[in-house]
């Protein structure tokens, strides 16, 4: 069983930056694209970014493209998620979460196809 664990969320003024983490265990770290998706209070969860397995190839929400920039280190079984600029609207708990379903050099922005999820972390943008 694939175990993710966020860290970094927390209170930050609007127009400074955050770095979030997820730190997987349990199996082969590099056999799973990686995502991070967000939940604000009464609404979906919206997916935010993705990465393939290798970290060759990202993508973005529309509403975080160029400010969010998501990383991975398969020797650290490590994915980040840097956000800069941040807006009051990036408010909401951020979840990390894992899918084995898209072909080796592929991602998923699909949340039914991630399998594998943390618990979140709050992220809280301040005016």
């Known amino acids: 069983q694939l175990q993710l664990v966020e860290s970094g969320g927390g209170l930050v003024q609007a127009g400074n930056s955050l770095r979030l983490s997820c730190t997987a265990s349990?199996?082969?770290?590099?056999?799973?694209?990686m995502g991070w998706f967000r939940q604000a209070l009464g609404k979906e969860r919206e997916f935010v970014a993705a990465?393939?397995?290798?970290?060759?190839?990202?993508r973005y929400g529309d509403s975080v493209k160029g400010r969010f920039t998501i990383s991975r280190d398969n020797a650290k079984n490590t994915v980040s998620l840097q956000m800069n600029s941040l807006k009051l609207e990036d408010t909401g708990v951020y979840y990390c979460?894992?899918?084995?379903?898209?072909?080796?050099?592929?991602?998923?922005?699909?949340?039914?196809?991630?399998?594998?999820w943390g618990q979140g972390t709050p992220v809280t943008v301040s005016s």
């Open positions: 349990g199996r082969t770290f590099s056999d799973f694209a």
């Open positions: 990465i393939t397995r290798a970290g060759s190839i990202t």
């Open positions: 979460a894992a899918t084995s379903a898209p072909p080796r050099y592929a991602l998923s922005t699909i949340r039914e196809e991630y399998l594998h």
